[in-house]
């Protein structure tokens, strides 16, 4: 038996026949020079070949079921796919570029795609640097049809493997999800990549980062593996005990999904009866369904930077209708009547520096570390026409359910209070044109930097409510970029600065008797879960389908021996 081992990606274990697809055929693209003549030919071919594609992933998108709500992630994919093969702005790079250079058009699209992948990667932005492997696989394909290159058929992968690849693109991925894959081991890829979205919400075991020469040097197609993605582990021919061992795990996974079942309709409490709430961070309307089926009291983050990065955004080549009220509206409205009068905090767009969400009232802005830049409510005040419609679109949804409103990374009164006006300005231009829309939505903001917490007793004069951003509030407490390999194991939520930080914020939100949650990775794991709730936390955000399992560890505990946890930690030298 050999064990490899990489990065959890998606829980779970599953045992199968291995697998294994082919690398992908390397592109040799030759950089020639071109003369004036040969341009309309192969614009031409480009144009054609995008026609081909196009074509392709339609009739892709048209096989989907229609209204089966599991297939929304693969909708959405194929159709930013779409959008970006017919992107007039980046087409316009690409023709400019080819002209100008006169090298042959081949090498002119992989050049622009990888240039702007590159831009993506770069943007200091995980989701975003995921979003790179989106361009290079679509207008990959298109030189793939130039080139007459046919890759791998994924239709060949038969039901019960586990695969063994290299990586997988979203379309790839989209149809292995129909096929009761055991598990997937890549090579490549991230924890937030479209790939280990799907095994998610599939629930296939994924492990990635997994050393690829030496594990394809060990295997062999139909040899049986085991996916440990709880361990981040690969274990090729187990042994009849390893193998036993493993059997047990997954019907005891099994056994453990359907005692969860049971806490899908109770309330969360502790076992002397103190009451929390639990809700769910979503980032579209479709999510907020599932939170609803998941049992959440209500939705406490809405990320609305999702709704502009999921459409033609995503390549650049957003325009000013990206950011329509009405979109908005709708949008917003349907996530209120999902959870029927439950609360539902929307965030207003936390975005900037990422260069993807760019229109005639906001422009591109190149910058050198875009997490400490122009982003969130700096990027929303220094274009207010942005926040204005926005809020405008929240306002009007707000009388289909029960709105809270916040405001992203702020870091002074000053800012929420500039929020606050024109946010004023927005409900009395909707009184005067009649337009329906509750006045008395709360308005409260993001704690996710130690300005914030140290200054939470002002804030708190001036907010609704606060809710605790865990994620960005360690990384810019302990200056550490947790996605730095370098760097990463100093990441530490339980570091006592931050304990500090969360604690002091507490305190000062009840002096102001206002509401208080946290929606960061802490709301979602057994230890912290634990220490939230010793220092006085009584709600908690966090993703749909970890709700049930936060309900359960919270039963295990008394209030008291949760303080007595939490007193530890932030006691400690």
């Not at 129909?178 to 490549?188: N, P, Q």
Request: proline share 4%.
């Amino acid at each position: 038996m050999e064990v490899f081992f990489g990065i959890s990606a998606a829980d779970g274990a599953g045992i199968g026949p291995a697998f294994v697809i082919p690398d992908r055929v390397k592109r040799v693209i030759p950089q020639k020079k071109i003369t004036p003549y040969e341009i309309d030919e192969g614009w031409t071919r480009f144009e054609d070949a995008i026609s081909v594609v196009v074509k392709d992933v339609k009739e892709k998108l048209s096989k989907l079921p229609k209204d089966d709500k599991s297939c929304d992630l693969q909708k959405e994919i194929f159709e930013t796919y779409v959008l970006m093969l017919g992107d007039p702005v980046f087409l316009k790079e690409v023709k400019s570029e080819y002209e100008k250079s006169l090298f042959n058009i081949e090498w002119t699209i992989d050049y622009k795609a990888e240039e702007y992948a590159s831009r993506l990667r770069n943007a200091g932005n995980e989701y975003l640097a995921e979003r790179a492997q989106d361009i290079t696989d679509i207008f990959g394909k298109v030189i793939d049809e130039m080139l007459n290159i046919h890759p791998f058929d994924i239709n060949q992968v038969p039901d019960g493997c586990v695969i063994i690849a290299e990586s997988l693109s979203p379309t790839d991925t989209i149809i292995l999800s129909k096929r009761k894959i055991e598990g997937l081991a890549l090579t490549e890829g991230g924890v937030s990549s479209h790939v280990v979205i799907l095994a998610r919400n599939y629930g296939i075991p994924t492990v990635v980062g997994l050393n690829g020469s030496s594990l394809k040097k060990s295997l062999k197609n139909n040899q049986t593996v085991i996916v440990d993605a709880d361990g981040g582990e690969i274990l090729i021919d187990p042994d009849d005990v390893t193998l036993t061992e493993y059997k047990s795990k997954i019907a005891d996974n099994q056994e453990q999904a359907e005692q969860l079942k049971l806490f899908l309709d109770k309330k969360a409490a502790t076992k002397d009866g103190v009451e929390f709430s639990l809700y769910a961070n979503i980032g579209t309307p479709e999510e907020a369904e599932i939170a609803a089926k998941e049992g959440a009291d209500g939705i406490g983050l809405f990320r609305t930077e999702f709704l502009y990065m999921s459409r033609s955004e995503v390549v650049g080549g957003a325009s000013a209708k990206n950011f329509d009220e009405e979109q908005q509206f709708e949008a917003y409205k349907k996530v209120l009547e999902i959870m029927g009068g439950k609360p539902v905090t929307i965030r207003t767009l936390d975005a900037g520096g990422d260069k993807l969400i760019k229109s005639a009232n906001m422009p591109m802005l190149a910058e050198k570390n875009p997490l400490m830049g122009m982003r969130a409510i700096r990027l929303s005040l220094a274009y207010p026409q942005i926040l204005k419609t926005q809020l405008r679109a929240l306002y009007r949804a707000s009388v289909y359910g029960n709105l809270r409103i916040m405001l992203p990374l702020i870091t002074s009164a000053d800012q929420v209070n500039q929020c606050l006006a024109i946010a004023a300005e927005v409900r009395e231009s909707l009184a005067s044109e009649n337009i329906p829309f509750n006045p008395d939505v709360p308005i409260g903001i993001m704690i996710e930097t130690a300005a914030a917490a140290l200054t939470s007793d002002c804030l708190a004069k001036t907010c609704s409510f606060f809710s605790l951003g865990t994620n960005d509030l360690t990384q810019y407490t302990l200056a550490i970029d947790r996605e730095n390999s370098n760097v990463s194991e100093l990441y530490d939520e339980f570091n006592l600065a931050v304990l500090r930080l969360i604690s002091m914020t507490i305190t000062n939100a009840k002096k102001e008797n206002i509401p208080l949650s946290v929606c960061g990775e802490m709301a979602s794991r057994k230890d912290s879960v634990i220490v939230l709730g010793g220092l006085g936390i009584r709600s908690l955000s966090m993703s749909p389908k970890i709700i049930s399992k936060v309900k359960q560890v919270i039963s295990q505990f008394t209030l008291a021996e949760m303080q007595a946890i939490s007193s530890k930690r932030l006691n400690r030298l």
